[in-house]
């Protein structure tokens, strides 16, 4: 599968400590159904993991990610069309930005 040698030339690329993958909890903080398929997708990179592999996988808590990612662009006057065409991926980087955020200096 393609998918995870692009993956992993991202890593080494970029010298990736970690993988970080939103983890789909419901609003009351409880495992939503696609926390399954997300454990599946984190199994399957670990099994790829092998030598040199991936770094380990961070799931991140991926709670209104969306909202957050979302309403600053409509603050902003973004079209409804761009909106929907960005929202998966800035959802994605407020994730990312959100797991360093939270890390204390002395885990960098």
């Known amino acids: ?3 995870w040698g692009e993956l992993s ?3 080494d690329k970029h010298d990736a400590c970690a993988c970080v993958v939103g983890w789909p909890l419901t609003k009351s903080g409880t495992p939503s159904a696609m926390c399954v398929e997300v454990m599946g997708f984190v199994e399957e990179m670990e099994r790829f993991g092998g030598e040199p592999g991936l770094p380990p996988v961070a799931l991140y808590d ?7 990612a979302v309403q600053p662009m409509r603050d902003a ?4 069309r761009r909106v929907a065409k960005l929202k998966d991926q800035t959802a994605a980087t407020v994730i990312l930005q959100d797991a360093l ?7 960098l």
């Not at 006057?77 to 409804?80: D, E, Y």
């Open 1 to 3: 599968d393609p998918f």
């Open 101 to 107: 955020d939270s890390l204390s200096v002395s885990e």
């Open 62 to 68: 991926e709670r209104y990610s969306t909202l957050n």
């Open 9 to 11: 030339a991202l890593v």
């Open 77 to 80: 006057g973004v079209s409804r």
